[in-house]
């Protein structure tokens, strides 16, 4: 391979997508300007009920930005933001940033210990966090020991409706922390209140750090990926210049539409995913934003997701295989009408063919895999938004501007040819810059080639000859049964095509006889009312997999371990696999 973009000359390159595009020479929260001043009054973000324009967002970051400034916030300081999907995440963001601070997208699920770390290694001064029973004494307890001296308590009353507020207040049900340390706690809508919307005029050089996003930590230390302002604008271009749906596929045809589309908030925005292809998205494109704090909630689970779905009529949807599987298997999917939804992503995890065709047979909509890290802000990949061309089983296509390698596994070094499996590295505008105060760790997931500079992922797969990438599976999930490797994802993707399986995750145990060597062993997740033996799933695997791959054992459980944004832990059904068998 060379650096040539070979593949775009091929028949599987997007008719309307560009090879190469011209990124604005602008800080990120230009976007939420110019979506003020040119459509001001259109809805912005949509939250029980509550609407705010983007014209009142804007105000609000302006406030937001001036109150940090009276607090003596400068350039280069960082400001953390310890919320779920709450209408409070954009005018934060965009406030935190309008002072030429950092953003540190912290994870509203952690535990002290876990947030307490990130402020540490971030050296953030400030916290925004949502008023709550649990979330607000989690952010106290955590910044002990940490540079953080003002904490901004975030009430989601002032979202509510008129009505729903009184009753929520009549009732108790609005949350409400059970203590603030009045000391050093600040309240959200006094900031909006008291502080003029006058954001301080702050040159900033568009490759300065914009955020700091850190990796789920699953296999190792969590690092905080380091993104620019041009990384996160470059990957917005990228991915609305790649999507382009055609009438064949969907009702009409077009791209992303400036105004009208309206983004359901499934994934949390703390994640690059959420963050980069639903926020960011909807600021640039001035679409509407619904807010979901919680996508798992209702009863059965993910009712009150459909009903929000349904309610906005929302168009473009971004979730990952573990949520789509849950809308698939709704006991309740037949009474939503979900004909609207016109453009769906699916990523951060792999999807499973026989997942996105059940999809599509529920909701009418188009189901296309994308690829990225949090490290590449993270878009880098991207199927061909049509039927006619996605590949099932692919990533997809690099995306405008961003080249694709396949490097030998052992040094990173060797570019490896058509067909060969490997390690997927990536070059392009949206690549981090590196890992906050990590030189060393940066230095060991770059290599250049021709002069550029390329991230290695850490995923094994191969590229074909159109340039559809493979992959196999994560670097350190690769099983090794007798000298053979195995890949979980291969194997899973088998799995989900029977039809009693609603989850499949794959390890590897050591053997008891030789430890370095490993056998298969899968975990199952049945569809609701349905049963089965070991027996029937190992022999459905003799007959569809070669012997290597095949599950020497299989469990039948009633969930898989899963990090929020719908990762399967593979890592922790192993240890508690390998602990289980040394009792």
């Known amino acids: 391979m060379t650096d040539e973009l070979y593949w775009q000359d091929g028949p599987k390159w997007p008719k309307n997508a560009r090879k190469t595009l011209e990124y604005p020479n602008e800080p990120l929260f230009a976007m939420l300007d110019r979506a003020a001043e040119r459509s001001g009054e259109l809805p912005y973000t949509i939250f029980m009920g509550k609407i705010s324009s983007f014209a009142e967002v804007r105000e609000d970051a302006d406030r937001i930005a001036n109150f940090l400034v009276s607090q003596g916030v400068k350039p280069g300081d960082r400001i953390a933001i310890f919320l779920p999907n709450t209408p409070h995440y954009p005018p934060v963001f965009f406030g935190a940033l309008k002072t030429g601070a950092k953003v540190v997208t912290c994870n509203p699920m952690y535990k002290a210990g876990e947030l307490n770390y990130q402020l540490k290694d971030t050296g953030a001064t400030i916290v925004f966090v949502l008023d709550h029973p649990t979330f607000t004494p989690t952010c106290y307890e955590a910044i002990k020991d940490t540079d953080v001296r003002t904490v901004i308590v975030c009430s989601v009353k002032p979202f509510l409706s008129k009505a729903k507020a009184v009753i929520g207040g009549l009732l108790g049900k609005i949350p409400k922390s059970p203590y603030y340390e009045e000391d050093k706690t600040f309240f959200y809508g006094d900031i909006l209140t008291e502080y003029e919307p006058k954001a301080p005029y702050v040159s900033i050089d568009p490759n300065d750090t914009a955020i700091l996003i850190y990796t789920g930590g699953t296999t190792g230390t969590p690092k905080g990926a380091e993104l620019t302002h041009r990384n996160l604008i470059a990957n917005i271009l990228q991915i609305g210049e790649w999507v382009y749906l055609e009438e064949e596929d969907v009702d009409e045809s077009g791209g992303v539409r400036y105004g009208e589309e309206v983004f359901v908030g499934a994934l949390p925005w703390y994640h690059s995913y959420g963050l980069t292809l639903t926020m960011l998205m909807s600021t640039w494109y001035a679409g509407q934003l619904v807010c979901i704090p919680d996508p798992r909630a209702g009863k059965p689970p993910l009712s009150d997701l459909l009903k929000e779905l349904e309610l906005h009529r929302g168009t473009v949807l971004n979730c990952v295989p573990a949520l789509y599987a849950g809308i698939v298997n709704h006991s309740d999917i037949g009474k939503y009408d979900l004909k609207s939804v016109r453009i769906c992503s699916s990523g951060a995890a792999p999807l499973p063919p026989e997942l996105a065709k059940s999809f599509e047979v529920v909701t009418g909509a188009l189901l296309f895999e994308g690829y990225g890290l949090t490290e590449t802000s993270p878009v880098t990949h991207i199927n061909p938004t049509s039927k006619r061309d996605r590949m099932f089983g692919s990533i997809g296509i690099p995306i405008s501007d961003t080249i694709c390698k396949i490097v030998d596994v052992e040094t990173g070094t060797k570019e490896l040819t058509v067909g060969e499996v490997g390690e997927i590295a990536v070059h392009g505008p949206q690549i981090m810059k590196g890992y906050l105060g990590k030189p ?14 390329f991230f290695l992922t850490g995923d094994i797969g191969h590229m074909d000859e159109f340039g559809y990438t493979y992959i196999s599976d994560r670097k350190k999930s690769m099983i090794n049964v007798g000298g053979l490797k195995a890949y979980p994802r291969e194997i899973e993707d088998v799995f989900f095509e029977h039809p009693k399986v609603k ?80 009792k």
């Open 440 to 453: 060393e760790e940066t230095a060991n997931v770059m290599r250049e080639f021709g002069g550029k500079r």
């Open 503 to 582: 989850m499949a995750a794959v390890v590897g145990i050591p053997r008891d006889d030789d430890p370095s060597n490993e056998f298969v062993k899968a975990f199952i997740v049945l569809k609701d009312g349905e049963t089965a033996t070991e027996e029937e799933f190992i022999e459905w695997a003799r007959e569809r997999m070669a012997g290597y791959k095949r599950p020497k054992e299989v469990a039948f459980v009633e969930a898989l371990p899963m990090t929020q944004v719908g990762k399967v832990l593979r890592r922790v059904l192993r240890e508690e696999e390998i602990e289980r068998r040394q």
